[in-house]
């Protein structure tokens, strides 16, 4: 059983950055990061396999940038240019099975992390 742990969230004006971390505590091959906000589906905004190939949700595209540090099992999001619409709760997922993760299908991927808060106000 994978866990994952999620840090970094907070609150921040519109245009503003932060940087989200989630710490696993074991190798797993894909890694991402979805969102719920008020009264909305947890929707996928970026994702990362092990060796590096990356996908983003079209909102996030250009602002926001996923990556890992496979030797400590940590999963990063940084999140530049902040928009009240990005408000929400963060959850780091994460799947042996890559295609879960490239496609955003919440309801197959295992492991999930306990969230953390983000929220941007204009």
């Known amino acids: 059983q994978v866990q994952l742990v999620e840090s970094g969230g907070g609150s921040v004006q519109a245009g503003g950055s932060l940087r989200l971390s989630c710490k696993a505590s074991?190798?797993?091959?894909?890694m991402g990061w979805f969102r719920q906000g008020p009264g909305k589906e947890r929707g996928g905004v970026a994702a990362?396999?092990?060796?590096?190939?990356?996908v983003y949700g079209e909102s996030v595209q250009g602002r926001f940038t996923i990556s890992r540090d496979n030797s400590e099992n940590t999963l990063y999001l940084q999140m530049n240019s902040l928009k009240p619409e990005d408000t929400g709760q963060y959850y780091c997922?994460?799947?042996?099975?890559?295609?879960?993760?490239?496609?955003?299908?919440?309801?197959?991927?295992?492991?999930w992390g306990q969230g953390t808060q983000v929220t941007v106000s204009s």
């Open positions: 997922a994460a799947d042996s099975n890559w295609w879960w993760l490239r496609t955003f299908q919440a309801f197959r991927i295992r492991y």
């Open positions: 074991e190798k797993i091959y894909a």
């Open positions: 990362i396999d092990r060796d590096g190939h990356k």
